[in-house]
């Protein structure tokens, strides 16, 4: 399986901060790697798939980017409604794995 | 805006199997291939399988043994069979739509399973 690592595991930061958040895969997976977040009690919601392209209806300040192994998401400007967990996934090969989530919280 | 409602038991003793359904509302079935994750309690998402509208699933091989993935298209719905659970099946269960190389775009509202004697 095909292991994958965000970091950091949690993070606090205060509203209009700049957020990065890194996610790194044990072998070269192209630019097969999607972004969730999870707000608490609810299911996940796609953000960004393949690497660096925006869902529809998903805030312009996400932006994703990276390839081959090394990926980062970013939020450009922190809003509260932003706090949550985000987690990687990587669709290269089967079985699709998630890297272990983000958890972003408020300062 | 497709949208997946899900049901199934949700408290079980080990080794009873766990079944769950999952129906496709305003959208379409065909064409796209449909995915059930895990969440443990406080963890992250484990991926169990997917299945296409003509049966054909893929699973992960962690659970290849006890996971059946079944379709039924004249409903719009798919199940997941999970056969001997122990109290390491505990988990919110959701159903996406997803996989194939697709992302999960869409996802259920999640079904609590407890499994404890």
């Known amino acids: 399986d095909i292991q994958m690592t965000q970091s950091p595991s949690s993070l606090s930061a205060s509203v209009g901060d700049r957020v990065t958040i890194t996610c790194q895969a044990n072998?070269?997976?192209?630019?097969?790697l999607n972004w969730y977040q999870q707000k608490p009690g609810q299911a996940p919601k796609f953000l960004i798939y393949?690497?660096?392209n925006l869902e529809t209806g998903v805030p312009s300040r996400f932006s994703g980017s990276g390839s081959g192994a090394h990926f980062t998401l970013t939020i450009s400007s922190l809003q509260p409604e932003d706090i949550g967990t985000y987690y990687c996934?990587?669709?290269?090969?089967?079985?699709?794995?998630f890297g272990q989530g983000t958890k972003l919280e408020l300062k | 805006q497709v949208q997946l409602q899900q049901w199934g038991a949700g408290l079980l003793k080990p080794s009873e199997p766990l079944s769950l359904t999952c129906a496709v509302y305003n959208g379409s079935f065909n064409n796209y291939y449909w995915s059930w994750i895990r969440q443990p309690p406080g963890k992250g998402l484990e991926w169990i399988g997917e299945i296409n509208h003509r049966g054909s699933p893929n699973y992960n091989p962690s659970f290849k043994s006890r996971v059946t993935l079944l379709v039924d298209t004249s409903k719009k719905q798919v199940s997941l069979k999970l056969r001997f659970v122990t109290a390491a099946d505990t988990a919110v269960y959701y159903c996406?739509?997803?996989?194939?190389?697709?992302?999960?775009?869409?996802w259920g509202q999640g079904t609590v399973v407890t499994v404890s004697s």
């Open positions: 996934q990587q669709y290269d090969n089967l079985p699709y794995t």
């Open positions: 072998q070269d997976i192209t630019n097969y």
């Open positions: 393949a690497a660096s």
């Open positions: 996406a739509k997803g996989g194939a190389h697709d992302p999960f775009e869409v």
